[in-house]
C-alpha cells in the first residue's frame, strides 16, 4: 500500500464526508430534511392550584373490563397553566427562539403542518434556522381546561363551520352541502381541505382573558428573549405580554391581530424599542368584522408610532399579493408569506 | 510533511468524524443531537359532521378591544376526530413507525419531556432510530372534545391530585400539604414534580370509548404497519385494534393495561401473529384496584396464549427493577424501562 496514494484517496473521503456534515455536527441536510436538531420537547407553564369542596360523588367505569370507581370530584386540580412544545436546532441562525402563538378556537396545530397536507409556519422557521416553540393557550388543547363555573366562570363557545367559513373569510356563505358554499373569488385557501380545517377547532371561553394573559406572561418570563409571531385572538395577548416585559420580545409579527390594548389608556412607550409588523389578507375591507377590526389596529398602530414605536404594515394585497384568508398560514401561498416576515426579521438582524 | 505521520492523524480524523455522522449523510450526531430529522407534522383523523339545531343565541366579544358578535350556537360541527403528531427520520433504523398511545385523563404529552424536565419516550425511541408518532385520543389535548349532553352523553370527569397520587402509585394517602404526603418507598417518580406532572391533566369521558375506538381504528388504517406502545387506558383501545387490523401490527407493549376485551367472549386467535409484551411496575399487588387490574389482565394473556398468541410479561419488579409507579415513562429510571422494551423489539426483528 502506497501511503501517499491512500492520503489522496482518505482526503477525498474527509472531502465527501465535510461536505455532507459540516463541523461540529449536521447543519443543513438534503432538501426536505431539517437542519440538525439539538433537543425537541414540551412544558406546561403558569397556573395554579384550585379546591372544589361540596360535589356530589358518582361512580364510574372508566374502561370496559376495569372494576368501577367510586369518584369524589372534589379536591385539588391543577388549573389555568398553558402548554409550549419546542424544537431547538444544533446551530440556530435564528438569534432568539421564535414563538407561533394561535388564534381564537384553535391550538398550536394551526402552525403544524397545514389541513392540505402542506408544510406549514412550523417547519417554514424551522427550515429557516430558527428554534420555534409553538404553544397551545391556555384552556385548549395540551394545555387542558377546568370545571365550569366552578373554575371557568361560564360556558364554553363552540365554533360552527358556518362561522370559521364566513369569519375566515374562505366566502361569504356557508352551506351545509359543500356544492352550495360561495367562496371568496381567487381565494388562496384550499376549499378541498375545509372539513379537514375543522377538525382542528377547540372549544373556548369568552371570560378567561385574564388568566391566559397571566399563562402567557409567565411563558414570556421562561423561554424569552424572543421574536413572537402571533395570530388573531392571540394579538392583544402578545401585545400585552410586550408592554409588561418589553426588552424579552425583540419583534412582534402580528398576522390579523383581533385584539389589542386600548391606545387611549394605555402608555405605549414601552414598547418603543420593539419592531412590530402587522400583516393582513384580503377581502378585509368586505367583512363589517374583520373592518372594524383592521379600523381599531391601525389606530393602535398609529398611536404606537406616536409614541415612538417602531410599527409596520404588511398589506399583502397592496403588496400584489391576492386572495389570502384569516388563515393564511394554512393558504396555499402560505410559505411566500412566511418569507416576507423572514425578510422583514432579517433585515433587523434577528437572523443571521 | 511526513506524508505518513499526515495519514495517520487524517485516520483519527476521520475516525473521529465517522463516529460523529455515519456514511450517507448524518444519521446520529453528537450526544443529544436526533437523528436527521426528515419530516415533522400532525394531522387530524376520524371524525365525523354533526348538526345541532334548537339551541338558544347569545352575544359574546371575543377579546377586548374587538366588537362584540352575535353566537348562534347551532349549526355543522366536526367531532370525535383524534389528533397525532409524527416525527420522521431520514433513516429509520424501526422497520415500521412507532405509535405511542396515553392513558385515560391524559394525552400525548405523556411520551415527551418529563415533568421533571428529562426526556420522555418519544425522545428514547427517536434516539434509537423509530419514526415516532404520538396522539390525542379523542376528546383529549389537541384532538377537541364536543359539547355535552348534544353530542358526548355525559359529562367529563376531571382527576384530583388525590386520585393521581395515590391511583398511579406515587404514594398511598394524598394530602394538600406536600409534608403530610406518604410515598411509596423507594419510589421512582420524582415526587417534587408532582405539580408539574399534574398540569398535564386533561378531562375525560366515561361514555365516549366506542367513538375513541374507531377513531384508533382509522389511525391504524392511516398509519400502519406499525408497532403500538399503549398506556393504560389505552390497552383496551390498542388490544381491539389489533382485533381489527392484526396484520397492521407488529408488536403491541401494553404499559399496565388497564383494560382489554373479554377473552370468554372474544376470539384471539386473530392476534396469533403479533408479538405482545405486558410490563408491570411495582407495588401493584399493594393497591387493590392494580391487583384486581393484573388478574384480569393476566387472565387475558393466558386466554390470549391458549388460542396460539404470543404474550409475554415483563414483570419490572421481578426483573429485580423496584420502584416504578404506574407513570413508568415519567420515573427516574424510565429510560432503562424504555432500553427494555427496546431490546424486546429488537429481538423480533423489528428494529435494525
Redesign the interface.
Known amino acids: 500500500m502506497n ?2 496514494r ?2 489522496k484517496s ?2 477525498s ?2 472531502a465527501a ?2 461536505a ?2 459540516t463541523l461540529g ?2 447543519a443543513t ?2 432538501a ?3 437542519p ?9 407553564v403558569g ?1 395554579r ?1 384550585v ?1 372544589l369542596a361540596g360535589l356530589p360523588e ?1 361512580e ?8 368501577p ?1 367510586r ?8 388549573v389555568e ?1 398553558m ?1 409550549a ?1 419546542y ?1 431547538r436546532l ?1 446551530q440556530p441562525k435564528g438569534r432568539v427562539p421564535l414563538l407561533l402563538w394561535h388564534g ?1 378556537g384553535l ?3 394551526t402552525f ?2 397545514k389541513p392540505d ?1 402542506g ?1 406549514g409556519w ?2 417554514f422557521f ?1 427550515k429557516e434556522g430558527w428554534d420555534v416553540f409553538v404553544s ?1 393557550a391556555m384552556e385548549r ?2 394545555a ?4 365550569y363555573p366552578e373554575v371557568f366562570a361560564t360556558e364554553p ?7 370559521a367559513w364566513e369569519l375566515f373569510r374562505f366566502g361569504k356563505a356557508y352551506a ?1 352541502d359543500p356544492a352550495q358554499r360561495t367562496a371568496m373569488p381567487g381565494t388562496q385557501f384550499p376549499l378541498a381541505a375545509f ?2 380545517f ?7 371561553w ?1 371570560t378567561n ?1 385574564a388568566t391566559t394573559q397571566k399563562a402567557y406572561d409567565e411563558y414570556v418570563e421562561k423561554v424569552c428573549p424572543c421574536v413572537i409571531v402571533v395570530h388573531s ?1 392571540g ?2 395577548f402578545a401585545f400585552n405580554a410586550a408592554l409588561k416585559n418589553p426588552s424579552k420580545i425583540k419583534a412582534l409579527v402580528a398576522v390579523e391581530p ?5 391606545p387611549d389608556k394605555a402608555d405605549l412607550t414601552p414598547l418603543r424599542g420593539i419592531p412590530m409588523l402587522w400583516v393582513w389578507g384580503d377581502y378585509v375591507g368586505e367583512v363589517p ?1 374583520w373592518r ?2 383592521r379600523e ?1 389596529q391601525d389606530r ?1 398602530m398609529a398611536a404606537l408610532n406616536r409614541a415612538g414605536g417602531q410599527g409596520e404594515l404588511l398589506d399583502l394585497p397592496a403588496r400584489g399579493i391576492k386572495g389570502n384568508s384569516h388563515m393564511m398560514m394554512m393558504d396555499r401561498n402560505s410559505d411566500e408569506i412566511a418569507g416576507l416576515i423572514q425578510q422583514w426579521l432579517k433585515v433587523r438582524g434577528l437572523s443571521r
Chains 1, 2 share one sequence.
Open positions: 501511503p501517499v491512500s492520503l482518505l482526503s473521503l474527509l464526508m465535510a455532507a456534515a455536527g449536521c441536510g438534503p426536505g430534511v431539517l440538525a436538531v439539538k433537543e425537541m420537547g414540551s412544558f406546561h397556573g392550584q379546591t358518582k364510574i367505569v372508566y374502561s370496559p373490563g376495569s372494576p370507581q369518584l369524589n370530584p372534589n379536591g385539588d386540580f391543577s397553566q402548554y412544545r424544537t444544533e381564537g391550538s398550536g396545530v403544524e403542518t397536507g408544510a412550523e417547519m424551522l397551545d388543547g395540551r387542558s381546561w377546568a370545571r363557545v363552540f365554533r360552527t363551520k358556518k362561522e351545509t372539513d379537514q375543522t377538525k382542528q377547532s377547540i372549544p373556548r369568552a382573558d385572538q394579538g392583544n383581533s385584539g389589542s390594548p386600548d368584522f372594524s377590526v381599531r393602535f
